[in-house]
C-alpha cells in the first residue's frame, strides 16, 4: 500500500524514511572524512562535491516528505505508550526533521559564501542565491558541524527506542516502517 494507514506507514512513508536515514549517516562520515582530506588527495575535491549534491537530495526528499505527510497522514504514536515516552518520541522526532533543513541550509551558506553555486553530480548546478557574509559563513559552519555530530546521538536514542519497543515491549514499532 503506498499510502499511510492509521496503523501503518506505507510504501512511500517507509521508502523516504529508509533513504533519509541511509543518506544522513553517510553523510556525517563523508563530511567527518573529507574535512581533513589533504589538497594532494584525490578526492580532495570530488568527496565535497558529492557530499553538497546529496545533502540537497536530503533537503528535496524532507520537504516532499513533509508535503506527502500533508497528504497522507502518519500513523499516530501507538496508543499505549508512557505518557513521557510519546514525549520524548515527540521530541526526538522534531529534531531529526528540524535538522533535515537546517544541515543542509547552513551546508548551503557556507558554500555560497563566495558566490558558488552546487553542481548536482555534474548534471545541472543549484546557483548561489544568497552570498552569504563572512559572519554568516562562520556561524553555519559552527551549526552544520554541532548539529550533525548531536545527530548522531539522537539518531542512536531514535533507533534504540525503536528496538526496545519492538523486541523487549512486544509492540510493533519497528514493523511498522520496515
Ligand atoms: C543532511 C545533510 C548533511 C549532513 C548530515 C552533513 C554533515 C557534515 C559533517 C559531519 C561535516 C563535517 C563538519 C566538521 O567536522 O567540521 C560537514 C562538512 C561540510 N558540509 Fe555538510 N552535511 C550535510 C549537507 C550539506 C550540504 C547540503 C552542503 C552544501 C550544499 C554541505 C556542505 C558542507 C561543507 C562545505 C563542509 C566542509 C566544511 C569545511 O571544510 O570545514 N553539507 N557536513
Request: positive net charge; aromatic residues 12%.
Amino acid at each position: 500500500m503506498l499510502a499511510n494507514s492509521t496503523e501503518s506507514y506505507g510504501l512511500v512513508s517507509k521508502m523516504v524514511h529508509w533513504a533519509i536515514a541511509l543518506c544522513i549517516i553517510f553523510l556525517i562520515w563523508l563530511g567527518w572524512w573529507m574535512v581533513d582530506l589533504s589538497f594532494y588527495s584525490r578526492y580532495y575535491y570530488a568527496a565535497p562535491n558529492l557530499h553538497k549534491a546529496l545533502g540537497i537530495v536530503v533537503f528535496a526528499v524532507a520537504a516532499l516528505k513533509l508535503i506527502w505527510h500533508a497528504v497522507s497522514r502518519p500513523p499516530p504514536l501507538q496508543a499505549d505508550l508512557k505518557p513521557l515516552e510519546k514525549l520524548g518520541a515527540r521530541v526526538v522526532h522534531t529534531i531529526l526533521l528540524v535538522s533535515m533543513f537546517v544541515i543542509p541550509v547552513t551546508g548551503y551558506l557556507q558554500t555560497t559564501v563566495k558566490g558558488e553555486g552546487v553542481s548536482m553530480f555534474g548534471l545541472f548546478e543549484i546557483p548561489a542565491l544568497y552570498r552569504s557574509s563572512e559572519w554568516l559563513r562562520d556561524v553555519s559552519i559552527d551549526v552544520h558541524a554541532w548539529f550533525s555530530y548531536a545527530l548522531i546521538a539522537i539518531v542512536a536514542l531514535h533507533a534504540g527506542a525503536a528496538l526496545k519497543h519492538q523486541f523487549i515491549d512486544k509492540k510493533q514499532t519497528l514493523r511498522r516502517i520496515l
